[in-house]
């Protein structure tokens, strides 16, 4: 007597050919919103270290504080 198994993966499951081609699409779109983000961060460099912002009122410094100033890295 034969027995016929059931496949792995069912029809339902299997991605639709137009989503698959279109994946190299998706993936640079990814890519350029993700270096458009780099990008807007290191335009400024002092935003991004925070100095564009305005300093809090009752803040003390630390003993263990430098006087020396912050990289830029």
Known sequence: MLIKKAPDIRS???TPKSVYLRRREFIQA????????????????????GGGLAKLPNVQKSPLSTNEPPSLY
């Not at 919103?33 to 002092?46: E, Q, R, Y």
Request: glycine share 4%.
């Open 12 to 14: 339902s499951e299997i």
């Open 30 to 49: 990814s890519a350029a919103a993700l270096v458009a983000a780099g990008f807007s961060s290191v335009a400024n460099p002092a935003q991004a270290q």
